[in-house]
């Protein structure tokens, strides 16, 4: 039975592990990377389109995104939905392609990033503990209905904790990662 709670316990904490990996990845650092791209959705023709779907995006020179649209009427559409976007980064457009040129960041704005960093780090660690506490309150109800021991509470109690503090290191060394790269010159 419990063994049942932990495996599901495990498997939602592994999720918010990768959710917060996957927010980390469109976090902008002093580098440029497609995924900043992945959120920002261009009309095309009427529909809310992600870059990535109508471009080739990639990486040339140390700081420079380059997108190059496969229809090149969709060049505008890009470039105002990269000016909406919260990416703060003027395109330039050359009638061809965007390129996206990124400055080196100043150590303010590197600290401003590793502070969001930190937050989605927390964010992560509390959706950790919120599991842990609703896996045990399941457990409870199992004890006081006597499906499983007091004893198997207990020991359940520790593994679920074992569970939680493992998940909770991933999380740290996913921001310790993640201020190293924004950190780096």
Known sequence: MTSNLLKEAEKRMKKSVEKIAEEYSHLRTGRPSPALLE???????????????????????????????????????IEKAILKSNLDITPLNDGNVIKLNFPIPTTEQRE????????????????????????IKEARELEK?????????????????????????????????????????
Do not use: H
Request: glycine fraction near 2%; charge should be negative; aromatic fraction near 8%.
């Open 39 to 77: 959120t920002v959705k261009v009309d095309y023709y009427g529909v809310p389109t992600p870059i990535n779907q109508m471009a080739t995006i990639s990486v040339t020179e140390e700081r420079t995104l380059l997108i190059k649209p496969w229809d090149k009427t969709a060049l505008g559409n």
């Open 145 to 185: 209905d006597k499906q499983i021991t007091e004893d198997d509470l207990a020991k359940f109690q520790e593994d679920i904790q074992d569970l939680t503090d493992r998940y909770v290191e991933e999380m740290d060394a996913l921001f310790a990662r993640k201020e190293k790269e924004i950190m780096e010159f």
């Open 112 to 135: 401003k990033w590793v502070k969001i960093s930190k937050e989605i780090s927390e964010n992560g660690k509390i959706a950790i503990r919120n599991i842990r506490r609703d896996i």
